[in-house]
């Protein structure tokens, strides 16, 4: 697993950032030169979206936006703090469908991450969040980032979410009152999680 240190970070290549291949799609950690590709799609998605987001700034939907994020989610990579990758139509790997972030890691005695995700309104029902997760990011955050538990949390009405979860072997481990704060009120959230079976420690400490 790639990993550096803070004195390389400015020698990170697209190489060596985690890239996977799946029936359909190409999930991978965006590169600079996919930004505008990245800012079409939230900008398209702005609407079908914001029910289950928090508030957004203006500046969220510009290329320059996601031109710094870009270089940010790099950095919280090599740092060991997240892993964010989009999820690109596999024939082109121009056109942005989606995203998953596995945000907020944790090591020592927890080795555990956060995990949230959108899709593009035009693709859903055809089990490609699914496909992304089962098929390429998760394995990856078991087996080579060594985490033990994936939590995954979804607002109580949002059935599709939930639905997906339990497909994913995800399991209800409570409920939180104003958990979060989207689009303009907070809510109840149902708690899940999905552990390794198979977990091994990581090599660093």
């Known amino acids: 697993m790639f990993r550096t240190t803070p004195t390389d ?17 190409v999930v991978r950690v965006a590169a600079a030169g996919d930004t505008d590709a990245i800012a079409r799609y939230v900008q398209a998605n702005a609407d ?3 029910p289950w987001e928090p508030p957004r700034p203006p500046s ?12 940010r989610d790099a950095d919280d990579y090599a740092r ?17 469908i989606g995203v998953a972030t596995f945000g907020n890691v944790v090591r020592g005695a927890a080795q555990y991450c956060t995990l949230g995700y959108a899709l593009s309104q035009s693709t859903q029902g055809q089990g490609l969040m699914r496909e992304a997760l089962e098929d390429a990011a998760i394995p990856f ?19 599709r979410s939930g639905g997906l ?5 995800f399991v209800v481990e409570g409920y939180a009152r104003d958990y979060l704060y989207i689009n303009g009120r907070w ?19």
Do not use: C
């Open 9 to 25: 970070l400015n020698s990170i290549q697209p190489r060596d950032l985690p890239r996977f291949v799946t029936r359909r799609l």
């Open 48 to 50: 079908f979206l914001q």
């Open 60 to 71: 969220y939907y510009t290329t320059e936006y996601w031109k710094g994020q870009v270089a």
């Open 80 to 96: 060991d703090r997240s892993l964010r990758v989009f999820l690109f139509d596999r024939a082109t790997e121009s056109h942005v």
């Open 141 to 159: 955050l078991f087996r080579s980032m060594h985490l033990h538990r994936i939590q995954a949390n979804y607002i109580p009405r949002n059935e």
């Open 165 to 169: 979860l339990r497909r994913l072997g």
């Open 187 to 205: 809510e109840d959230h149902i708690l899940t999680s999905l552990t390794n079976a198979n977990w091994e420690p990581p090599d660093a400490p």
